[in-house]
């Protein structure tokens, strides 16, 4: 009976509350406001926000990757990069057929994100400006797509889109598969880990031998790649539209944050992508359904975003060790000291 009981006291010990696992609770949650509010099928919330998630999920992906780079490391360009390669999809398909296009989707992406990488890079300008600079840029490059576009999505590419297997989408299934992929980079490849160590100390995975600027301009691109992959496919299931992406850019970032991905970096959270995706559809869902505008839904989000931060970085310690890092750089003679042994292990654990 003793061994029963220390047992059972091992795993409760063992056990530990997942980043996503809020998030998660917080999918039901709204799932069961939303069937108390409109009676009926209750799979049917769910059914539609697993329409609409897996778009988010991957330019949420991407977003995570640069996030996890580490403090300032945000991609504000992923909306206007969604913007302008669904005409550069629409515009190639027509020619070149459906799989062309996403394919071109995805490349322009990547086009604009060397935009960013050459700038952050090259001249030193912090991510966010840089991204900025990227996002300007894309936007006169979709206006001029936008004037000569004729014509709309390959069907064969809006049935793909549009399918579904057992009442579930196809997309979905697939973006899971591509959600799994990137969690395996993350844990058992080395551009993965190095991702992770950049974001827990550029310095110190500098002296490793870590190769900072390549992984850095690698996360960067694979964020552009992504949203320009989501426009490909979002100019088949809904238009081109020089709007399209324009809720992306916060959405993707709220997302990543409430999903369990710190803030400061170095703690992805690939299976987070998906709760906080799903809560954020469920929640616009529920938020249309009893009559709030777009504005109000947007000051709701940046709120929720405030709150998960604050609440991270309480519960991890990353701001005391930023609030410690920022005066010891305050003091004569310690801009180059060498962290504590407290706050190499609060970098490590985010």
Do not use: C
Not at 17 to 22: K, R
Not at 325 to 341: D, H, K, Q, V
């Amino acid at each position: 009976m003793n061994a029963l009981d220390n047992s059972a006291t091992r795993a409760r010990r063992g056990f530990v509350w997942p980043a996503w696992g809020w998030s998660l609770i917080g999918v039901l949650a709204v799932w069961a406001v939303i069937i108390s509010v409109r009676p009926g099928a209750p799979l049917d919330p769910l059914t539609q926000a697993l329409s609409l998630a897996p778009f988010l999920v991957l330019v949420a992906l991407g977003q995570m990757l640069v996030i996890t780079l580490g403090p300032g490391n945000i991609d504000v360009s992923v909306g206007t990069i969604i913007s302008m390669t669904s005409y550069v999809s629409v515009a190639v398909g027509a020619t070149a057929g459906p799989v062309a296009g996403l394919l071109a989707a995805a490349g322009a992406g990547v086009a604009a994100g060397l935009i960013s990488v050459a700038a952050i890079l090259l001249l030193r300008v912090p991510p966010i400006i840089a991204t900025l600079a990227t996002s300007l840029i894309v936007t006169s490059a979709t206006l001029l797509l936008a004037d000569a576009a004729r014509g709309s999505a390959d069907p064969a590419l809006r049935s793909f889109v549009n399918a579904k297997v057992l009442g579930i989408p196809v997309i979905a299934l697939l973006v899971v598969l591509v959600t799994v992929v990137i969690w395996f980079v993350l844990k058992h490849t080395r551009l993965g880990l190095s991702i992770i160590a950049v974001g827990q100390s550029d310095r110190a995975a500098e002296r490793a031998g870590i190769k900072v600027a390549g992984v850095t301009a690698t996360a960067y691109l694979l964020s552009a790649g992504f949203a320009g992959l989501v426009g490909g496919l979002l100019a088949a299931f809904i238009s081109p539209s020089t709007v399209l992406g324009t809720s992306y850019m916060l959405d993707s970032i709220a997302v990543v944050v409430i999903g369990g991905t710190l803030i400061s970096g170095g703690r992805p959270v690939p299976a987070g992508a998906w709760t906080g995706a799903l809560f954020f559809v469920l929640l616009s869902g529920l938020l249309n359904l009893v009559g709030w505008s777009v504005g109000a839904q947007n000051v709701l989000k940046g709120v929720l975003v405030v709150l998960v931060v604050i609440v991270a970085s309480a519960s991890t310690g990353t701001g005391r060790a930023t609030i410690r890092r920022l005066r010891a750089s305050l003091s004569p003679g310690s801009s180059r000291a060498i962290p504590t042994t407290t706050e190499k292990k609060e970098s490590l654990h985010g």
